[in-house]
C-alpha cells in the first residue's frame, strides 16, 4: 500500500472540487466537459506518467518539454517535408527520444553528476535541435491524422473518449501496473529510498537509471505524437514550460519529491485536478488565466505542506520509541 | 586545497578569452569602443549591458547554491519587480518605486527562505511553487497587459551612463563589490559554505544555519528584483509573461559554469558573474555572427556539458590520480 494515502487525498480533493465546480456550474458534471478533460490533458498525463517513475527514483527530468517539442518539429518534418510513412515517423521520433533519454541517463551515473543539471542541458540540447529543425510551425495533412481526430467513442451523456484520450488511459493503466507488478517498478522504489541500499541489495543501480530517464524521454516522445494530434502541427516552441507542469502535478499527486514513495494513479489525478481548475476558469469567464497559475502554486504549497507533515508524523513515534529506550 | 586556489578561476577566464577571441574572428568590429553622448558603445559594452540580468541574478544564485540549495522562483521574481516597477513609474518618485520592487523581492525570497529553512523543504520543490504562481502574480499586477512607463528617471537605470559606463553595468559592478564586501570581507561567506558543506554540523558547531539559508534566500530575492527593475527600464515596460523566462536556468548556468559546486559547500561570486559573461558573450557571439540564434541553445548546452564532465567527481577523480603519479615520478 505504499503512497497510498496521499494519492487518496489528491482523489478526495478532485472529487471535492469537481463537486464544488458542478454545484456553480451544473454543466461541469457532464461527460462532454470530462471528456474533452481527458483530450485537452492527454499528452501531460503520458509525460507525468514518466515523470513519476523519475522523481520515485529520486531524480527529476526537466527535459520533457523540449523532447515534446522536438518529437512534434521531427514528426512534422518527416511525414510532410522528407515524405516518411506515418508510422515509420512515429517509431523514428520514439527511438530517438528513447535513446536521448538513456544517454542522458548513462551521464548522469557515469559521471555521477546532478540530474537536475544534466537534464537541463538535455532541455537545451532539444530544444535548440528542435529550433535547428526548422522555426515554423509546420502543418501536417497526413490521412492518419484526421482519422485519428475523428475517431471517439460515444459516451453516454453526448461525451466523446477521443483516440488520444483512450491512448493516455492506456499509458497511465500500464504505468501503473509497471510500477506496481514488476521487479522493475519495486527496484524504482528501491533506488528512491536510498540508492546504496538498493545497490547493496543487489539492484543494478546503473541500468535502472538508464532505463529510468529512457522511460521518461519515450513517454515524452509519445506525448509529442499525441501533442502533434492534438494540434495537427509540429512547431519547435510547442510544449515550453510543460516539465514545469508535469512536477506540478507528479507533487499533486502525492509523490515525494525525494523518491521513494508515490504512485502513477496520483500523478494522473494531479493532471486531472490541474485540467479541472483550467475548465473552472473557463466556465466562469470573469477570471483570467493567470489563476490557473495562482491556483496551482497554492495547491502544490498545500500538498508539499501536507506530505512534509506526513512524513514529520511518519517519524514521530520513531523518535518517541528512540526516548523511551534511552 | 590550498595549492589549487591560484590556479581556481583559469579554466574560466581561458575560456572567456577562447570566446572573446572566436568573436573578434566572427566580427571583426569586436573589440571597437566609442564614446556617444558621454556614454561607451561597441559589441563589448553590449555584452556586458545585457549580461547585466544574468549576472545579478547569479550574484544571489551562487550564494543560494552555496547553502547546497537552488532557486528557480528568480525568473518569476524578476517579473513581478519588473511589473510593480512599470505600473508605478509613471505616478511616483523614483526612491518608491526602487522600494516598492526590491522589497517585493524581499519577500519573495523570506517566503522561499522560510519554506527551506523554517519548514524544511527541499529548495528544488520550494522555490517551484514561487516558481509557478509568481509568474501568475505577476499577471495580476499587470492585469495581463504589457504595462508601459516613460518616467525618465527608471528609463535612466535601463538606458543612462555613469562616466560612460552604462548605469546596468554599473549597478551589476557596484552589487558584486557590495555582496563580496559583506560575505567575504566578514566571515559570513565561511558561514555560508559551512552550512553548504554540512548543515547539521555546522548546527552543532554554532552556526545559525536557519537564519544562514533564510538570508541567501532574501538576498537572492532582492538580487532578483534589481534584475527584473532593470530589465523593466531598459524595454521601458514590463511583461508579466516574458520578462525574466527561462533567466532561473541561465542564472543556475552561470554559477555552474563559475566552478561552484551544486552539492554546495564552496562558492566564488566573481566566477559566477564571470559565468554569466561567458554566456552572454557566446549569445552575442552567435547573433554577430549571422547564425540564426537558435543555435544559442544548442551552443549552451554543449557547453553546459563540457563544463559538467570537467567538474565530474570522477573525472577529477582521474585527474588528482594522474596528477600524483606525475609527482611521484618527478
Not at chain 2, 554540512?198 to 537564519?211: C, D, K, Q
Request: glycine residues 12%; charged residues 10%; contains cysteine.
Amino acid at each position: 500500500m505504499r503512497g497510498l494515502p496521499p494519492a487518496l487525498i489528491t482523489a478526495i480533493v478532485l472529487v471535492a472540487g469537481f463537486a464544488a465546480c458542478a454545484v456553480q456550474f451544473p454543466n461541469i458534471a457532464s461527460t462532454r466537459v470530462v471528456g474533452n478533460l481527458l483530450t485537452d490533458n492527454a499528452f501531460l498525463g503520458i509525460v507525468a506518467a514518466g515523470m513519476t517513475f523519475v522523481i520515485i527514483s529520486g531524480g527529476i527530468d526537466l527535459s520533457v518539454g523540449s523532447v515534446i517539442g522536438f518529437t512534434t518539429v521531427f514528426v512534422a518534418l518527416a511525414i510532410e517535408r522528407w515524405g516518411m510513412p506515418p508510422l515509420a515517423a512515429f517509431v523514428a521520433a520514439l527511438a530517438l527520444s528513447a535513446a536521448f533519454g538513456a544517454a542522458m541517463g548513462a551521464v548522469i551515473h557515469v559521471f555521477d553528476l546532478p540530474p537536475f543539471i544534466v537534464t537541463l542541458a538535455g532541455m537545451f540540447l532539444a530544444r535548440g535541435a528542435s529550433f535547428l529543425l526548422s522555426t515554423e510551425s509546420i502543418p501536417i495533412t497526413a490521412p492518419i491524422y484526421s482519422t485519428v481526430s475523428d475517431f471517439a467513442l460515444r459516451l453516454p451523456g453526448g461525451g466523446r473518449l477521443t483516440a488520444i484520450a483512450i491512448i493516455m488511459l492506456v499509458i497511465v493503466i500500464g504505468g501503473a501496473l509497471l510500477l506496481r507488478l514488476t521487479r522493475f517498478g519495486a527496484n524504482v522504489y528501491a533506488l528512491g529510498g536510498s540508492r546504496v541500499t538498493a545497490s547493496l541489495m543487489g539492484v543494478a543501480v546503473g541500468t535502472m537509471t538508464v532505463k529510468i530517464y529512457m522511460l521518461s524521454s519515450l513517454l515524452a516522445g509519445i506525448a509529442g505524437i499525441v501533442f502533434s494530434f492534438y494540434t495537427s502541427a509540429g512547431y519547435s516552441l510547442s510544449a515550453v514550460g510543460v516539465e514545469l507542469d508535469t512536477i506540478a502535478a507528479v507533487v499533486i499527486g502525492g509523490t515525494l519529491l525525494t523518491g521513494g514513495q508515490g504512485s502513477v494513479i496520483g500523478t494522473f489525478l494531479g493532471v486531472l485536478i490541474q485540467g479541472l481548475i483550467q475548465t473552472y476558469i473557463n466556465f466562469d469567464g470573469t477570471l483570467s488565466s493567470w489563476w490557473t497559475k495562482i491556483a496551482t502554486g497554492i495547491l502544490l504549497f498545500a500538498f508539499i505542506a501536507l506530505q512534509q507533515g506526513l512524513v514529520a508524523l511518519a517519524r514521530r513515534p520513531l523518535t518517541k520509541r528512540a526516548g523511551a529506550a534511552s | 586545497m590550498t595549492a589549487l586556489l591560484p590556479r581556481r578561476g583559469l579554466a574560466q577566464i581561458l575560456a572567456l578569452i577562447v570566446i572573446l577571441a572566436v568573436d573578434r574572428v566572427v566580427s571583426p568590429q569586436f573589440f571597437d569602443l566609442r564614446l556617444q553622448d558621454g556614454r561607451l558603445f561597441g559589441s563589448l559594452i553590449d555584452v556586458l549591458n545585457r549580461g547585466t540580468p544574468v549576472a545579478l541574478l547569479s550574484l544571489g544564485m551562487v550564494l543560494v547554491i552555496a547553502t547546497r540549495g537552488i532557486d528557480l522562483s528568480v525568473g518569476a521574481v524578476m517579473a513581478i519587480a519588473g511589473a510593480i516597477a512599470a505600473s508605478l513609474a509613471d505616478t511616483h518618485s523614483l526612491a518608491v518605486v526602487l522600494a516598492a520592487a526590491l522589497g517585493a523581492g524581499l519577500i519573495c525570497g523570506l517566503w522561499n527562505g522560510f519554506l527551506v529553512a523554517v519548514l524544511g523543504m527541499q529548495p528544488i520543490v520550494a522555490t517551484l511553487i514561487l516558481m509557478v504562481a509568481g509568474r501568475g502574480i505577476a499577471q495580476l499586477i499587470t492585469e495581463g497587459r504589457i504595462v508601459t512607463f516613460s518616467s525618465p528617471d527608471l528609463v535612466w537605470l535601463g538606458n543612462g551612463a555613469i562616466l560612460g559606463v552604462p548605469v546596468p553595468v554599473a549597478i551589476a559592478l557596484g552589487m558584486l563589490i557590495l555582496t563580496g564586501a559583506v560575505v567575504r570581507g566578514s566571515a559570513l561567506g565561511l558561514l555560508i559554505e559551512a552550512t553548504g558543506g554540512n548543515a547539521r554540523a555546522s548546527e552543532l558547531a554554532g552556526v545559525g544555519t536557519r537564519a544562514m539559508i533564510l538570508s541567501v534566500y532574501v538576498w537572492c530575492g532582492v538580487c532578483a528584483a534589481l534584475a527584473g527593475v532593470i530589465a523593466a527600464a531598459d524595454i521601458m515596460g514590463a511583461d508579466a509573461n516574458n520578462a525574466g523566462l527561462w533567466l532561473e536556468l541561465d542564472a543556475i548556468l552561470a554559477v555552474v559554469i563559475g566552478g561552484t559546486s551544486l552539492f554546495g559547500g564552496r562558492f566564488s561570486l566573481v566566477l559566477a558573474v564571470l559565468g554569466a559573461l561567458i554566456i552572454q558573450t557566446m549569445n552575442t557571439g552567435i547573433l554577430l555572427s549571422g547564425y540564426p540564434p537558435e543555435f544559442n541553445l544548442l551552443v549552451k548546452a554543449v557547453v553546459v556539458l563540457t563544463v559538467l564532465l570537467l567538474q565530474s567527481p570522477k573525472l577529477t577523480g582521474f585527474a588528482g590520480i594522474a596528477a600524483r603519479l606525475r609527482r611521484t615520478k618527478a
